[in-house]
């Protein structure tokens, strides 16, 4: 049975979505105004590993991941280029895709934009302010905040006192609001600026919040499952999603709720606004490899911190080489027929115990020690030619399991036998002789392609794998 901490009740639940079969969930996505950086990437990462062990365990998912392509920064930096926010956020759109699919994330079902759902953010306000949860002020809307008594169920945090924020994000333009913590639903924009969309309330733009309420309900329904995203938008983000979404409808929206702990660097948070982080780019072109980042995120838990240091990355690098090697060896180690009970015991156990552990809050470093014992066990059997054939199958079909959710085992179409390395270099050696070199060359790119570097020497082709 899976448990998980809901940060609503704080509590570890038992997870019973909505309907038997259906998981419906929500993962707030990246403002798309520049590269995201691997602290973004540690908490997509773990939505990618939250939809994968759903699905693991059956349940048919629709996962909801936005785009925030409208804020302040995205309209400055277009300003100052003058060009339209559609234009600047396009490139970042491209990267954005190209490192999420880099770091093997499967695409969620539903990606939608702010800037495709501005009708959809007019009627929930229109809403809000039809049932006096929010107000206009001098030209621009707000949430009414004292007309939802509920607010703060999700940070706990109290209100009693002029608390406005703990967030960069929080508006500050209080003197408009009839309580501080009020916040905008909908900003006034001139008739000549831009971006501004016409709304039955004035020409404006959306305020940041509004976005996720009126994705969320219009791809999932005003009740959904499961909602995530990083610590940070605890407070005040999801808490304004949950007034605005309850406020609109007066029904519970997400009834549970994850959130990510942070990627830290020698102990501080990794931020943009800090400048102290890496994008997963900066990282390639050091040489690390996007399974080895890949593996380095999720190794911790969610809900702990995880502190990147470049050792930590170095041995993320090497841990996930010995893995694709073992499933390697694996497939050609020379076996015996039949099973041995006590092995297949142990294999069926890793499984076991690998469930256990994603069922224990997604606890993935015990998941990861589980798949390591068995590797370690199945080494020692096959160094002295003692693994079974029926075992071998087990084993494979074990990785095939474990790496459907956490995908560190790496892309294994695209890999290639050592007997079929060998045929490839005798038929290059052959093509050699025959001068027919278009073959040869084209044998040494299909090799590269797969990762495998010939070195042509005295005594002949020498191969190895990058
Ligand atoms: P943003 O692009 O700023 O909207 O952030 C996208 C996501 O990354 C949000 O869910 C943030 O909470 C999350 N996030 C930002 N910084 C970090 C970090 N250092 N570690 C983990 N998650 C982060
Ligand atoms: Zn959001």
Redesign the pocket.
């Given at each position: 049975m899976l448990r998980f901490f809901n940060t609503l009740t704080r509590q570890q639940e038992e997870f019973h979505p909505l309907e038997d079969s259906k998981v419906r969930m929500y993962i707030?996505?990246?403002?798309v105004w520049n590269f995201?950086?691997i602290?973004?990437f540690?908490?997509?990462v773990f939505g990618d590993i939250l939809r994968r062990y759903l699905k693991y365990k059956g349940y048919d998912v629709t996962h909801v991941f936005n785009l925030?392509d409208i804020d302040d920064r995205i309209i400055n930096e277009a300003a100052k280029r003058n060009i339209t926010i559609d234009e600047f956020t396009a490139p970042y759109i491209t990267y954005f895709w190209e490192d999420f699919d880099a770091l093997g994330n499967e695409r969620p079902e539903v990606t939608p934009r702010a800037t495709h759902h501005i009708q959809e953010m007019i009627d929930i306000i229109a809403k809000l302010i039809a049932n006096d949860h929010a107000y206009e002020s001098e030209g621009s809307i707000y949430y009414r905040i004292a007309a939802f008594p509920e607010y703060g169920k999700l940070s706990k945090i109290n209100f009693s006192g002029n608390i406005t924020g703990g967030s960069e994000r929080i508006d500050t333009d209080k003197y408009e609001k009839e309580d501080a913590r009020d916040f905008a639903l909908w900003k006034l924009v001139g008739e000549d600026e831009e971006p501004g969309w016409d709304a039955p309330f004035g020409r404006g733009r959306p305020g940041w919040h509004i976005e996720c309420s009126a994705m969320s309900m219009k791809y999932l329904g005003e009740t959904f499952d499961i909602h995530a995203?990083?610590?940070?938008?605890q407070f005040p983000h999801h808490e304004n999603e949950i007034a605005q979404s309850e406020g609109a409808t007066g029904k519970q929206f997400a009834r549970y709720w994850i959130h990510?702990?942070?990627?830290?660097i020698d102990d501080v948070?990794?931020?943009?606004s800090k400048g102290n982080f890496f994008t997963f780019r900066d990282l390639r072109e050091q040489g690390y490899s996007a399974l080895a980042i890949r593996y380095l995120l999720l190794s911790v838990p969610t809900r702990k911190q995880l502190n990147f240091t470049f050792e930590g990355l170095q041995g993320a690098e090497s841990t996930v080489e010995r893995l694709r090697n073992f499933r390697q060896l694996v497939k050609e180690a020379k076996t015996g027929p039949g099973s041995d009970e006590t092995i297949a015991a142990k294999i069926t156990g890793a499984v076991v115990e690998f469930e256990r552990s994603m069922d224990d809050d997604f606890n993935t470093a015990a998941a990861l020690a589980a798949i390591h014992d068995l590797v370690r066990e199945i080494n020692t059997l096959m160094s002295g030619d003692r693994l079974l054939s029926d075992d071998r199958a087990a084993v494979l079909e074990a990785i095939k399991r474990f790496d459907s959710v956490l995908g560190i085992f790496g892309n294994e179409e695209a890999e290639i036998l050592d007997t079929e390395i060998e045929a490839l270099i005798d038929e290059r050696n052959e093509a050699r002789r025959n001068r027919n070199f278009a073959r040869s060359d084209e044998i040494r790119d299909l090799l590269s392609e797969k990762g495998i570097i010939l070195e042509d020497t005295k005594d002949g082709v020498r191969w190895k794998r990058k």
């Open positions: 707030c996505g990246p403002t995201a950086h602290g973004n540690r908490t997509f925030t995203g990083g610590m940070d938008l990510s702990e942070f990627l830290k948070t990794m931020s943009k």
